[in-house]
């Protein structure tokens, strides 16, 4: 009987020891996988399949202890059994000693040996883990600190956006004479301009633009736009387009037609109106419209067409601009501008016969202008259908004086035009165009000039467009009073801007 308990007894400390050590290599194996695991992780490369091995891998561990508790449990019991079945045994001394409390304290002993050699094996075990995953640990972090630490390419962020467009006439005119003082047929490259713009920091953006033309070298634009000075408005400061309407914004290669259009020309002068000052732009909540932006400049008045010129003095030009939006549906807009402009156009501080400096009665210079715009665009094709149609209206006061008369005098003049373009294809537009304008002089009621103009777009790409455009112009008091004008353009950029209208 005694040979029987000992042999269970021997084989459940057998295995017993080969559970625990299994129990002993889950405990190092698990960390490892984790290590490798968390360092995947860290670098990116996370896997399914390591997770589902290491749920596996943590029910074995659990089924491994269930299992070793079980034969500890069988094992005090087989012990319990030979302690009440044992024979008397006797001490020392020869004397008889009770087998229940001999059998109590065999078994207490035993217990405690296997006890202890159980726990030295899983300190072992979890000593062996911790080191291991601290070892792990300490990789993934060394790994992670030495990852996405590179940042030199981002050094060319810093330098400001550079783009060159290019602008190309061939112009000719197809009655005779085909050359007079005011227009000559034949090739005109007008411009290569030069465009750079950076953003300075979060609230800061400038814009720099030259225009290179044969023999001149001139700079058109040159601002900063700062959007954190005045609350809810953004503030605009150095040499730009006054925002006149639309299109005088607008430099000649982003214009939807080979020029400016005649009224605009004759009213605000060649070119269109600019200047140095200050420019505040503040977005209304939609008082009466989807939209509301009101503009509001200050610029020195030294354009000599409509204002003071050189001698413009300490008094500017004041622009007020509301433009109201409309969402007629998710594919059609109207926009509606409303144009107001005041400026002197005396002389401040010059000399007169006997050389003393003086400031002429002070005269002004009244502008008003209305701007309409419709433009529908279908949400799924706006590649390759749109439709566009827009309207500008000028009128001019001026007050100048009668150098013979000495008399104070006024120049009226109205004008406007109005065009519609249609895209037909992505790389095909045709438009129209109706201009219509009094000349820029006293007492013109009589006299007018008008244009219709339609062309035809073909993008080769975002960066090169052709045009082509045919100009009948009709003018009563001109030399020339009737002009039939051919028209080939060709635009091309480099950079990242193209064509913009700014």
Known sequence: MLMIYKNDEIKIKLKLKFLALLLSAAFIAVPGILNNWNICAAAGLEDKNESAKIEKLEKQVMELTNALNKLSGEMKEIKNQKTSS????????????????????????????????????????????????????????RIVSKTFKGGERAQQAINPEISVTFDHLSSYKLNSPHNYAGFQSGENFRMAGIHMQSEMDP????????????????MGEAYAIFSNMIPGSTLTAGKFR???????????????????????STI????????????IDHNLKKPWADANEITFQLQRADNPYLFSGTNSGHIPSALLHVKNYYDLSRDKYFELGLTAMIGPNSRFGVNNPAGEAFDEAKRYTKLAGLDLTYFYEPVNMAKYKNFLWRTELFHVNKEITNALSGK????????????IQRKTSEQWEHGLKFDYTHPFQVDNKRFRTYAISPYVNFWQSPWVRTRFQYDYINSNFAPQ???HRAN??????FGPHKHEKY
């Open 86 to 141: 044992a024979t008397p045994v006797k001490n020392i001394e020869g004397e008889a000693v009770d087998n229940k409390a001999a059998g109590r304290t065999a078994a207490e002993g035993a217990d405690a040996a296997d006890a202890d050699e159980l726990a030295l094996i899983r300190n072992k075990a979890k000593l062996s883990a911790a080191q291991r995953s601290s070892g792990a640990q300490y990789s993934s972090e």
């Open 203 to 218: 609230y800061s953006f400038g814009k720099l633009t030259f225009a290179a033309k044969e023999g001149a070298f001139e």
């Open 242 to 264: 006054s925002q006149f309407g639309v299109i005088n914004r607008w430099h000649l290669p982003a214009l939807d037609s080979c020029m400016h259009p005649i009224s605009l």
């Open 268 to 279: 605000l002068g060649p070119g269109g109106l600019s200047g140095k000052g200050f420019s």
């Open 408 to 419: 104070n005098e006024n120049i009226n003049t109205f004008g406007g035009y109005t065009y």
């Open 481 to 483: 009073k009737v002009e």
């Open 488 to 493: 080939l353009q060709l635009t091309w950029s």
